[in-house]
């Protein structure tokens, strides 16, 4: 299906914990969990991961108005945002998100800065800048490191802002964008480690210019909900 994006909304979060956003492997001798990152070095979330993230949101959120019978019309708003497996051209979701990426302005400066000059930012500096190595062991009943458990961790810093796109192809019905409301108020964490204390975050979902309309979405789902 060919994509003629419509309407545009921003799914914008900070990290409010030391979050490892994985790409799956490691790298000998320095990290056993690596975080995804471009070639300048910057870390990103992958769109297909966060469209993962926000449609268990949306799960546990119809899971929950199931016995007030009140999921109806969010059932049909969720299969429009995001579609159903193995559907046909006519019933795929109407949502596209995008990596979540650090802000356009800083993405474009550190871009520059790592291509002109003489003293150009190599993409290790740029990574090391906005990422820690955390070590942690398990621990053995006795209370002593188990043997052969130190694992090293690559996190992203606390207090990193991210944003991503939305893009709808079709404008959102009624009950679309409250629904997505509250899957982005639902959504608080991310990342490798979320059910054990990291990739805690805050997110709002915001119009093309960039102005929180969290809220103002919100409030539709709940006087739907309350009503």
């Not at 929950?64 to 708003?77: R, S, Y």
């Not at 795929?92 to 800065?113: G, T």
């Not at 964008?177 to 997110?203: D, I, Q």
């Amino acid at each position: 299906m060919r994509w003629w994006k419509v309407t545009t909304y921003w799914l914008k979060f900070v990290t409010k914990s030391d979050a490892t956003f994985g790409r799956g492997d490691g790298l000998a001798s320095l990290v056993d969990a690596e975080v995804q990152h471009d070639r300048y070095g910057l870390p990103f979330l992958g769109g297909r991961s966060l469209k993962g993230l926000l449609e268990e949101e949306c799960a546990n959120i119809l899971f929950a108005l199931a016995p007030l019978n009140k999921d109806h019309d969010f059932n049909k708003a969720a299969k429009h945002l995001f579609g159903n497996p193995g559907s046909t051209d006519s019933d795929k979701a109407i949502l596209h998100i995008s990596d979540a990426k650090l802000p356009e302005d800083l993405r474009n400066a550190i871009a520059i800065a790592s291509e002109v000059g003489n003293n150009k930012l190599g993409r290790e500096q740029v990574l090391n800048s906005l990422t820690a190595i955390r070590r942690q062991t398990a621990i053995s009943e006795s209370g002593a490191p188990k043997k052969g458990s130190l694992r090293a961790m690559r996190v992203i810093l606390r207090e990193t802002p991210f944003e991503a796109e939305l893009s709808f192809n079709q404008e959102p019905s009624d009950m679309d964008l409250p629904l997505l409301a509250a899957c982005v108020k639902a959504f608080r964490r991310a990342g490798t480690g979320r059910n054990r204390g990291r990739g805690e975050l805050t997110a709002m979902l915001c119009n093309e210019e960039g102005e929180d309309e969290t809220y103002k979405h919100f409030a539709i789902f709940e006087k739907k909900v309350i009503g």
